[in-house]
């Protein structure tokens, strides 16, 4: 005779659409939180934005949310692997960065970006050239109106080792990671049918669209129309060099100029106001590069860029990024315009902290979908 059993109940069933860093995040924040998780990716793990990415992590923010996002997160890297232990191992390395104004109204926005940071205890401060130039040896000073600078910023060694990272502890917590494209997602009932590209279909109690821009083109037939965009980014790379050139991370606001050399001694620069096709202004790019890297940081005069790898923004008009609850069962992480990888442990444990109606993070209303509708509170002054 059998006595009286507890029915277990069922563990709930997420989907998440999108293997990049932002998707993984969310996955593993679930999954901690006893949910079931499937991760469906198109391509590969890290095969779009953030297999490009070069592992910065800053706090040098102009919106509170993104301080606030980009705070959480610095910590969480801070102490990624001696929390986990993967295989997968990269180390965070506070070499900081700094924002270099030429022009006066330049510094005036670096100024108040500052103001908004030091409320949040950010540990960011205002730079005269001279002082720039300290902190760069090789930065010429010539021109400069002042800078930004916050010590506590950095750089993963290995920025991909992280991703592989989460991506190995979301399978370790049982989650299932598929390579499979994801075409359609329907309303099915109380849950949602998504509708693969190989003609297949699979029901999913609740979705976490983090697709970057192609999260805009899943959840347009919805009605629900998200204003992100793809735009293309483009990194230039020397060969590994064995001498210390460049510390730490330098961007050149009115310039449109960024470098900085890699924990494997690789130096990385950008024209940050490269727009078009490659085939058809990467010889322009690489000539303005060389002026600008000649004028601002002459040690790089005889480094060559021979590597250059394209990449994908998904930005929204205000520069902050879409998480929210679009309706019942239905998430979307998206638009991150280029930051997801500094943001993601926040937007994960937000996600899965109010998977059940718990009080969101103060931050949550800057980053709402219905935001566009009306004039924006905020826009963020320091993307790159």
């Not at 920025?159 to 299932?176: D, I, K, N, S, T």
Request: one cysteine or more; aromatic letters at 8%.
């Amino acid at each position: 005779m059998g006595g009286n059993r507890r029915s277990t109940p069922a563990r709930r069933h997420c989907a998440v659409i999108g293997g990049g860093v932002v998707g993984l995040a969310v996955a593993l924040n679930l999954l901690e939180t006893g949910v079931d998780v499937s991760v469906f990716e198109r391509t590969g793990v890290a095969a779009g934005a953030s297999g490009v990415q070069p592992g910065g992590i800053r706090q040098q923010w102009g919106t509170r949310a993104n301080c606030l996002m980009a705070r959480e997160s610095v910590g969480f890297y801070a102490e990624f692997p001696d929390r986990y232990g993967t295989l997968a191992q990269a180390r965070l390395d506070r070499c900081g960065y700094v924002f270099i104004a030429h022009q006066p109204v330049s510094l005036r926005q670096l100024e108040s970006n500052i103001a908004v940071q030091h409320e949040l205890g950010i540990r960011s401060q205002l730079l005269n050239a001279q002082e720039a130039a300290e902190l760069v040896p090789s930065l010429n000073p010539d021109g400069l109106a002042g800078a930004a600078y916050c010590s506590d910023d950095g750089y993963y060694d290995r920025p991909q080792a992280v991703v592989e990272a989460f991506a190995e502890l979301v399978a370790r917590l049982g989650g299932r990671l598929e390579i499979r494209g994801v075409a359609t997602v329907e309303r099915n009932g109380a849950g949602w049918q998504l509708g693969f590209e190989d003609g297949a279909s699979e029901h999913a109690e609740t979705v976490v669209v983090a697709a970057a821009h192609e999260s805009a083109t899943l959840l347009a037939p919805l009605g629900h129309h998200l204003p992100i965009k793809r735009e293309p980014r483009y990194l230039f790379y020397s060969d590994p060099i064995r001498e210390r050139l460049l510390e730490p991370l330098v961007i050149a606001v009115d310039l449109g100029f960024a470098a900085k050399q890699l924990a494997n001694g690789r130096v990385l620069a950008s024209d940050l106001h490269a727009t078009g096709a490659l085939d058809a202004n990467e010889a322009r790019w690489r000539r303005r590069i060389r002026e600008v890297a000649v004028e601002l940081l002459p040690i790089l005069e005889y480094v060559s860029l021979p590597i250059v790898v394209a990449g994908d923004y998904d930005m929204t008009p205000d520069g902050q990024p879409i998480v929210d609850r679009l309706e019942d069962g239905l998430w979307v992480a998206a638009g991150f315009s280029g930051h997801g990888f500094m943001v993601a442990p926040a937007v994960g444990r937000m996600i899965a902290e109010t998977f059940d109606g718990d009080a969101p993070p103060e931050w949550s209303n800057a980053v709402r979908a219905d935001r566009f509708a009306s004039a924006l509170e905020a826009v963020e002054a320091q993307v790159i």
